[in-house]
């Protein structure tokens, strides 16, 4: 009798931790994502990119990047992060810097997929991590540049702690283009276009114009070092991210001429 009570109270005590199968159909959406480009097929040292699609409902997997820092940009719709434990709600355009080797961790707890972009750069030290509320710093003019048809939003600034990425938004009117051209000796950089449409041109010297292509919402840029890189905006306001990964420093606050918008090519 002791031994078949024992058997029982084992038998119950198995079937209570054993939890029941789940159906995972073809068809079903999970969180996905599509590196867009590394260092070697973007003609950069530093800079990688990619977009996170997070359906919703969908949790990920823990994410690791064990040598790279990373931004993310909360570009569609709303998300949460967990960065080693620690929660993060992340509303349209707000920034999140992630450490060298932190895990995290997507969610979507909304009702439409949302999409992040990651770009990413090699890094030696570990930083805080830094939450940059949109909403927030797009009322605060010293996070604000104001240009002729165009602002500038400061999301990731010299102020915040990291090794190489630097980061903001760009937003511009219709019929706007970007003026003074410049150009940067020790900064690479990546356009990513999130809303409107429009053109874009990449060269070294006006004689050897050979990169000019219009772009729209989802398309990226890459501009090695040296290249000179101006937008221009059509009958739509266009907005794009700005991710750098170099020396720490936006080009206006490094030379003043760039805010007066009326010398020729600026070299920073």
């Known amino acids: 009798m002791a031994h078949g009570h024992t058997n029982f109270l084992e038998s119950d005590l198995m079937s209570?931790?054993?939890k029941p199968a789940t159906m995972i159909r073809s068809?079903?959406?999970g969180v996905?994502?599509?590196q867009r480009f590394t260092p070697e097929t973007a003609n950069l040292e530093f800079l990688s990119c990619g977009v996170y699609e997070v359906p919703p409902g969908a949790v990920s997997q823990h994410i690791c990047l064990p040598r790279e820092e990373a931004l993310l940009f909360q570009w569609e719709e709303s998300s949460r992060v967990q960065v080693d434990g620690k929660e993060f709600s992340l509303s349209n355009y707000d920034t999140l810097y992630v450490p060298r080797g932190a895990e995290f961790r997507l969610s979507n707890p909304g009702v439409e997929t949302a999409r992040l972009v990651q770009c990413s750069a090699p890094a030696a030290k570990v930083h805080p991590i830094f939450h940059s509320q949109f909403a927030e710093f797009s009322q605060m003019e010293e996070r604000i540049r104001r240009l002729k048809g165009k602002d500038v939003y400061l999301m990731f600034d010299v102020t915040e702690e990291a090794d190489k990425l630097v980061a903001g938004y760009t937003f511009?009117?219709?019929y706007a283009?970007?003026?003074p051209p410049h150009n940067h000796t020790d900064q690479e950089e990546v356009y990513v276009f999130i809303q409107g449409h429009g053109a874009?041109?990449?060269y070294e010297s006006p004689e050897t114009?050979?990169?000019v292509h219009s772009v729209r919402k989802g398309d990226m840029v890459t501009i090695p070092y040296l290249n000179y890189h101006p937008v221009f905006s059509q009958e739509d306001p266009l907005h794009f991210i700005w991710c750098i990964a170099g020396e720490r420093y936006w080009v206006g606050d490094k030379n003043k001429d760039f805010m007066k918008g009326g010398t020729g090519p600026i070299t920073t």
Do not use: C
Request: no cysteine; net charge positive.
């Open 209 to 211: 114009l050979s990169f």
């Open 200 to 202: 874009m041109e990449v």
């Open 16 to 18: 209570s931790k054993v």
């Open 172 to 174: 511009f009117q219709p």
């Open 27 to 29: 068809s079903d959406a």
């Open 177 to 179: 283009r970007s003026w």
């Open 32 to 34: 996905a994502f599509r």
